[in-house]
């Protein structure tokens, strides 16, 4: 597909607009419809777009499959870890009020952290999903 | 009776798709397709969720100005993990079903159990 | 500190090691974080465990919100119970684990083996010790996806058509206990099972309900594998990698068989269950199991298969204790978890190390190994008999309790049937016997020696503990009757 022209363009004027409404969706989980599972998929559509214009080994040059695998595991241990915070600092495990001094703002800043968390697992295991597929009719 | 037909119109529309997704398990033999059947089920199964929490003259459950009554905020939020583990189960299976044409060279149930049953 | 948060480490420390082992780069490590943290795990359950033996519940509240608008977890002996006897298995896996799976499975893979084999641990702990129904559909999920992943990694391409069907089937039982969950929560508007306790009697008529309850029976009852929904379990035991045959085999229907127990007694108080021809339906089914499976395990010639079909028999018997409805049939159940758990693990470890050593399972591949590996036969043997009930073995307690059960409600013929079954056992069991003891070597296999150590010690743990707790059973069956009686009292 990468001679086509029009598919080239039209992916390079969409492919930050979608990343932009990735973040949108990811940091307004709690004002509006979202969160971190809807973020990550978006996310991932705009990386899976490119590949599908670009090529696999481009995509691959991007992103290697490696740091996929250490985004994915990051993005449990931030969730978990948030958890483990809790605990430490005294309340039960995810127990959000305990992370600041009013409960309100310790609320904030749990939900943005996990969800930070899940989006970051949700959109880079798509993406290894997807280029594991793509890859695998080469071999 | 139009009542009952009509006032329940959701729960129809669950039980017509989630027979179809059921039928689609048991009856075809193309792993996809079963795959496809799962999720159609599962599907019918969110639909029931999200129409049980509706209620009377209530917006979607986000806090806005000027509305008082919200829907159900809980089944939506169960609706969300069980999306993410139907993707979850629909994504494991689609890896088994490639790995399996790799082995066997057919993705139809009948041909897998001759080779299985020839060996 | 730990002590409050007890329950919550048990799920949260395989919850944590399981990202770190994915990107581990050699096996031997992810081997060694595994182990560590499996062992971890069993002495927090067993801590757990001394801390409700005396009859007091913890309830932990996740998140600081109060029950029942948040997730709580509920610990009672019977949850403690289960949690001790997963994490041990668990634990006695691990040291085998090392030989076994760096034979069966691409050295690259292997961490991200032992990843799924956290996560797994993750979901069946988290099963035993949440109180919230819909937690429990979430960590039901977590550890079936897991154990497909981990089916589908054994060495022969009819492992990943096994984990196939298994998932197509796991996945429709699980969604049916959704649409129950669904139901019952859109009667009552609460997920907490003992808020739940307390409100559904007051729903007990709507058909709702009742519909709510059939398909959360079925749902357990797939996962479950009583027959006939049981048609998973053979090909997804047979090949399976050995190490997860002996985990799932000696966890996962032990942990759903919990997960009926729970919704049957505490969800829905037992007073809505003896409405329902349930009593009548797990006795037949569980004694059609039994026949059935015991039948089709004599026929086997693959030994995985065989002891496959054996464990669809002995689940039949755990159906059928709680059919009968009475403490003591209960304590038969409770008690067979335990015992089941050891002497399957026991008697899968056994088959691993011959297959470890001969790279087959077909009996036929098998003859006269006995003579030549004598401690794993021994192990084999002492298992199989406690597998078939003989006096002196952990086996042999749960028959007593099951067929005491049966002789006190007067139901001879299902007294009849549980010895029937014993003696279908001695059929099948002396079948391998024969096979390794008996025959002249092939000379193929005339060379092998006996199994490694690191194989051979957690398979004669086992049997060991079959042997102590077939002797000493105050622990096992004390904890099975407090359990059994907590249950029956808690009917309104």
């Keep these: ?139 | 009776m139009m009542e009952f037909v009509l006032g329940h119109y959701n729960y129809w529309i669950v039980v017509v798709l989630m027979m179809a997704g059921f039928y689609t398990v048991i009856s075809r033999g193309n792993l996809i397709k079963k795959i496809a059947g799962l999720n159609i089920f599962q599907v019918s199964v969110f639909l029931l969720y999200i129409s049980i929490g509706n209620v009377r003259d209530g917006t979607t459950p986000i806090i806005a100005q000027g509305f008082q009554h919200y829907s159900n905020p809980l089944t939506h939020v169960l609706i969300l993990t069980a999306i993410v583990v139907g993707v979850a189960t629909t994504a494991l299976g689609l890896a088994l079903i490639v790995r399996i044409k790799e082995a066997y060279g057919s993705i139809e149930e009948e041909d897998i159990h001759l080779q299985d049953n020839s060996l | 500190m730990i002590e409050q948060h007890l329950s919550i480490l048990l799920v949260v420390i395989p919850l944590l090691a399981a990202p770190i082992t994915a990107i581990l780069p050699r096996a031997r490590i992810a081997w060694l974080l595994t182990l560590l943290i499996t062992w971890s795990c069993l002495l927090l359950a067993v801590w757990q465990l001394q801390s409700v033996l005396d009859g007091n519940i913890i309830s932990y509240e996740l998140g600081g919100w109060a029950p029942p608008w948040g997730i709580e977890y509920r610990i009672d002996t019977l949850n403690a119970f289960v949690a001790v006897i997963v994490a041990a298995i668990a634990a006695i896996t691990l040291p085998y684990a090392l030989r076994s799976v760096e034979q069966e499975i691409d050295p690259r893979h292997i961490p991200l083996f032992y990843t799924a084999f956290l996560l797994c641990l993750t979901g069946l702990l988290g099963i035993t010790l949440t109180g919230d129904i819909f937690n429990l559909f979430v960590f039901l999920e977590i550890s079936s996806l897991s154990s497909y992943a981990l089916i589908s990694m054994g060495r022969q391409r009819q492992a990943l058509t096994a984990a196939f069907q298994y998932l197509v089937m796991g996945t429709i039982g699980a969604t049916f206990l959704l649409i129950g969950i669904g139901l019952i929560y859109s009667e009552t508007g609460t997920l907490n099972m003992l808020d739940l306790a307390g409100r559904l009697p007051s729903v007990f008529e709507l058909r709702t309900v009742h519909t709510a309850f059939a398909f959360i029976m079925i749902g357990v009852a797939l996962k479950l594998a009583l027959f006939p929904l049981h048609l998973w379990l053979p090909n997804a035991y047979t090949y399976a990698p050995t190490v997860i045959t002996i985990f799932l085999a000696a966890t996962a229907t032990k942990v759903a068989i919990y997960v009926m127990l729970r919704m049957v007694y505490t969800v829905f108080s037992i007073g809505f269950a003896e409405d329902t021809p349930l009593n009548e339906m797990f006795m037949l089914l569980g004694v059609i199991g039994v026949l059935f499976a015991s039948l089709s395990a004599i026929y086997q010639t693959n030994s995985k298969r065989l002891l496959a079909y054996s464990s669809v028999a002995q689940i039949g018997y755990m159906v059928l204790g709680i059919g009968f409805g009475s403490v003591l049939g209960l304590t038969a159940t409770i008690v067979h978890i335990f015992n089941h758990a050891l002497m399957k693990a026991a008697l899968f470890m056994a088959v691993g190390a011959l297959i470890y050593r001969v790279g087959s399972s077909h009996l036929r591949d098998w003859n006269g190994l006995g003579r030549q590996m004598p401690w794993t036969f021994a192990a084999l043997v002492i298992a199989g008999l406690s597998l078939i009930g003989l006096p002196g073995t952990a086996g042999f307690i749960s028959k007593w309790y099951l067929v005491s059960a049966a002789v006190e409600q007067q139901n001879w013929l299902i007294a009849f049937i549980i010895l029937v079954g014993s003696l279908l056992a001695v059929v099948y069991v002396w079948k391998m016997v024969e096979v390794l003891f008996f025959r002249d070597a092939n000379t193929s296999t005339a060379e092998t020696r006996e199994a490694p150590l690191l194989l051979l010690v957690p398979t004669w743990l086992l049997v060991l503990a079959n042997l102590y707790f077939g002797f000493n059973t105050e622990l096992t069956v004390d904890i099975a009757r407090s359990a059994a009686s907590m249950m029956e009292a808690s009917a309104p």
């Design chain 1, 1 to 139: 597909m990468k001679n086509n022209l029009i598919l080239r363009i039209t992916a390079k004027l969409l492919i930050p607009f979608i990343i932009l409404f990735a973040l949108y969706v990811q940091f307004h989980g709690d004002f509006g419809p979202g969160g971190g599972f809807q973020a990550g998929v978006i996310f991932s559509s705009a990386f899976i777009l490119y590949t599908l214009v670009y090529g696999l080994e481009t995509a691959q040059q991007i992103i290697p499959l490696r740091i996929l695998q250490i985004l994915a595991s990051l993005g449990v241990l931030i969730y978990i870890g948030t958890g483990v915070v809790a605990l430490l600092l005294g309340g039960e495990f995810l127990n959000y009020s305990v992370l600041a001094d009013a409960q309100i703002t310790g609320q904030h800043i749990g939900i943005l952290v996990i969800e930070l968390g899940v989006g970051i697992t949700v959109a880079s295991v798509m993406i290894m999903i997807f280029f594991s597929f793509a890859g695998r009719g080469r071999q």
